[in-house]
């Protein structure tokens, strides 16, 4: 299993980022995918959740309504769009997958070396 986050960045409170992952080494079609993200000096926060087919999502309170998950099944690919972002949301972001395929169970713990976002003026 091999999972490859890309699109981080630096960029101003009220911007956007994409961020993407590349999957391989499984079947990405038959697993919720999530995004999780760590901030300095605190513990993995989970952010967003997808199911196999991309059809229901879900969001921690504190991104609903600003950030956007989707995937690519065809390309192996998961993205979170991120827009009217904050300080708060500063932290290394990763893609995880679900220990089960087609249900949602609890992720494995991040394997990858993630993507930074930093929000500062």
């Known amino acids: 299993v091999q999972l490859v986050e890309s699109g981080g960045g630096l960029v101003q409170p009220g911007g956007s980022l994409r961020l993407s992952c590349a999957a391989s080494g499984f079947t990405f079609s038959s697993y919720w995918m999530y995004w999780v993200r760590q901030a300095p000096g605190k513990g993995l926060e989970w952010v967003s959740a997808?199911?196999?087919?991309?059809?229901?999502?879900n969001y921690a309170d504190s991104v609903k309504g600003r950030f956007t998950i989707s995937r690519d099944n065809a390309k192996n690919t998961l993205h979170l769009q991120m827009n009217s972002l904050k300080p708060d949301d500063t932290a290394l972001y990763y893609c995880?997958?679900?220990?089960?395929?087609?249900?949602?169970?609890?992720?494995?713990?991040?394997g990858s070396q993630g993507t930074q976002v930093t929000v500062s003026t």
């Open positions: 997808i199911n196999s087919g991309g059809s229901s999502t």
């Open positions: 995880v997958r679900d220990r089960t395929p087609y249900d949602r169970s609890s992720y494995y713990p991040p």
